[in-house]
């Protein structure tokens, strides 16, 4: 609740013709209120901002676009492929108990403030006076929730709570101090917990019970949980229903409060999926202005391979989803006539395409081969990956293995080249040394068995600048005597070829986590999760708790689990960065997947109305959801 005297100063201020100067600089004295919900402030239907806001909200102090504190109204357009995309809106807005600032340095966002203990007991405190975008207070009580009702319920949550929860398979001890303090405690530390609500992609520790208790069986019965439900959320047993409208990251309720600066009110499917400014967002300015600035959003609905087309023609305010380099030059010139501007920021992935053999192969023969680290280095030093970057990314791109970033603090430049330098003499001696001597007709090598060494490349990517890059690499591998065949597949087929042991080898984006710090996870860089395509039944078997998959016997890939292990086990950064190194060493030592070139350039339209965006960005995943890391709630528009 707002203190009495807080709310008497602030009013009288909001309502005084005078106010003084010495204030000014206090942007909680001098707060305005949003012109949108002026109407509804005066007739009672919405209290006003000063009531509305936490009292120790969030004030954004620097922008990172030269405009600075921006106009509040207007909306902005983003061209979107289908409903899916509604999860965007969760991404961009990024608005976390904690996030990156833009130089990737954690501080609260959501929460008023975080302690760490030793990476073992953690203290979250809310700012008081925060509601959810209906006007419900946000407490702790949406934490308790959750942890009680969502993550320890055997139907909801059969698997427990997440990896994320857990040390040595321990769940934390939760304390509820008050309406604003939960504790979090281990036994041990758990330095993922931090870092994990920082995410694209965040571990959600609350949900707005006041709705979902609507729809839980241990509040609700099932003629109430059905009567409760909408449209198609109808249909199926208690636990569909809740997970259906439980829809934090998804973001597709229009009926599911939330904190994001911008709530969805377009019930899907629809053609246009217009976003609307949360009244009681957290997040002001120096000039005591309510963030967002933009009173919509909207995501235009077209079909993908029209975005770029229209994004140049102007019917995008902010676009970057769907828009590649090979699309630059047409922007440009279409820029032109329809006066947006296009912006190159630098992509965020370990290697814009990467080559995954499958150590987990069925067949026996090119598993014994993708396990012999000369052959994985011979491939990897067959290819030009300066001409590569010439010929496909025109140059706009820097030749490297798939490994980090160079303006991740960790990085050096050995992880980038080692094996990664062209030289086919090299690459040839290596597989001769393996044994692979003998040749076909066609001058291909043949494997022990006898069959020729033709390697079948699985892609999900229809672009052209893959297959373009596919295809030059296979000419380099032909000078070295292996052949390359490239099968598109479904994203469907694509997964479960490869998690089946079917596909031999794969072609996808490099290392999603391109520019971490000591303090983030390194488990993309083992075989820990089922996504890893090097090695997916031995990170099926990890994140299956021995269930699934299948046990890693390799021992230099079980050398990265026990570096893992040691960043886990770490008390201080100078241990988390000490295990990053060996981590990031043995993964350009041993060559587990074949990168090709990183740091293109995202293209980024923005209309001629759209104010703050940055000329130079970061457009990553992790960190900072794409957009989120710039703010885009401080993104304004112009009359």
């Known amino acids: 609740m707002l203190s009495m005297k807080r709310r008497a100063f602030i009013n009288g201020l909001l309502f005084s013709p005078l106010c003084d100067a010495a204030l000014a600089a206090d942007p909680l004295a001098v707060m305005q209120e949003t012109p949108i919900f002026a109407d509804k402030v005066k007739a009672q239907t919405l209290p006003p901002v000063a009531r509305r806001i936490p009292e120790q909200p969030f004030v ?33 807005s990024y608005t976390r108990l904690i996030v990156y600032d833009s130089g990737f340095k954690l501080k609260p966002d959501i929460l008023e403030s975080f302690e760490s203990k030793e990476d073992r007991d953690f203290t979250f405190k809310l700012r008081a006076g925060h509601k959810w975008s209906d006007g419900h207070p946000f407490t702790t009580e949406d934490f308790r929730f959750f942890w009680e009702d969502i993550a320890n319920n055997a139907d909801l949550s059969p ?10 398979g321990k769940a934390p001890k939760v304390e509820i101090i008050s309406e604003r303090v939960i504790k979090y405690s281990w036994e041990k530390p758990n330095p993922y917990f931090i870092e994990s609500q920082a995410r694209a992609a965040p571990l959600f520790l609350f949900a707005p019970a006041h709705y979902l208790k609507k729809f839980h069986p241990r509040y609700t019965n099932a003629a109430g949980i059905a009567s409760a439900a ?7 047993n208690r ?17 599911m409060p939330s904190l994001n600066p911008w709530v969805l009110t377009t019930p899907p499917p629809a053609q246009r999926y217009i976003f609307v400014r949360n009244p009681y967002y957290h997040r002001i300015d120096e000039k005591g202005q309510q963030l967002p600035y933009a009173d919509r959003i909207i995501f235009a609905v077209t079909t993908a391979n029209l975005i770029a087309a229209k994004a140049g023609l102007g019917e995008a305010d902010l676009q970057a989803r769907y828009l590649k380099i090979r699309d630059y030059t047409f922007l440009q010139n279409s820029a032109k006539s329809s006066g947006v501007r296009v912006r190159l920021w630098e992509f965020g992935s370990g290697s814009q395409l990467a080559l995954f053999p499958n150590l987990n192969s069925n067949d026996a023969e090119w598993r014994k081969l993708f396990r012999d680290v000369r052959f994985r280095r ?24 798939n490994t980090i970033m160079s303006r991740s603090e960790l990085f050096k430049p050995e992880y980038a080249s080692k094996w990664a330098n062209y030289d086919l003499p090299a690459a040839s001696r290596l597989l001769d040394e393996i044994g692979l001597t003998k040749r076909d007709a066609n001058a291909i090598r043949l494997l022990p068995d006898g069959r020729s060494a033709i390697i079948v490349v699985e892609s999900q990517s229809e ?17 070295i005597g292996i052949k390359m065949l490239v099968k598109l597949q479904t994203f469907e087929n694509f997964w479960l070829r490869t998690t089946s042991g079917e596909a031999m080898m794969t072609a996808y984006a490099g290392m999603f986590t391109a520019a971490p710090t000591p303090n983030t996870s390194p488990r993309e860089f083992a075989p820990t999760m089922q996504g890893g395509l ?27 689990l026990d570096y893992v292990k040691e960043w886990e086990d770490a008390t201080d950064e100078a241990g988390r ?5 060996k981590i990031l060493q043995t993964n350009a030592d041993e060559v587990f997947s074949i990168g090709t070139v990183n740091g293109i350039r995202q293209p980024v339209v923005v209309g001629p109305k759209i104010r703050n965006v940055p000329k130079e960005g970061f457009y990553a995943w992790d960190p900072g959801g794409y957009f989120g890391l710039y703010q885009p709630d401080t993104f304004w528009v112009t009359p």
């Open 463 to 479: 672009l052209t600048e893959e297959a373009d890059a596919l295809k030059l690499i296979a000419d380099y591998w032909k000078k």
């Open 577 to 581: 960065r000490g295990a990053w190194e």
């Open 159 to 168: 698997s427990g709570p997440a990896d994320e929860l857990l040390v040595d």
């Open 534 to 560: 090097q090695w997916p039944k031995w990170g099926m078997y990890i994140a299956s708790k021995g269930k699934q998959g299948e046990k890693c016997d390799m021992p230099e890939a079980r050398k990265l």
């Open 230 to 236: 909408k449209g198609d959320q109808q249909g199926g």
């Open 60 to 92: 954004v102090k620097t922008f990172a676009g030269d405009d600075g504190p921006g106009r509040q109204g207007g909306q902005l357009t983003m061209l979107v492929a289908g409903t899916r995309d509604t999860v965007l809106m969760t991404v961009y």
């Open 378 to 401: 011979a491939l990897s030093m067959a290819i030009d990956r300066e001409e590569l970057n010439q010929v496909v990314y025109v140059g706009l791109a820097t030749p490297s293995n």
């Open 239 to 255: 636990v569909q229903i809740f997970r259906r409208v439980d829809a934090m990251f998804i973001n597709d309720n229009v009926d």
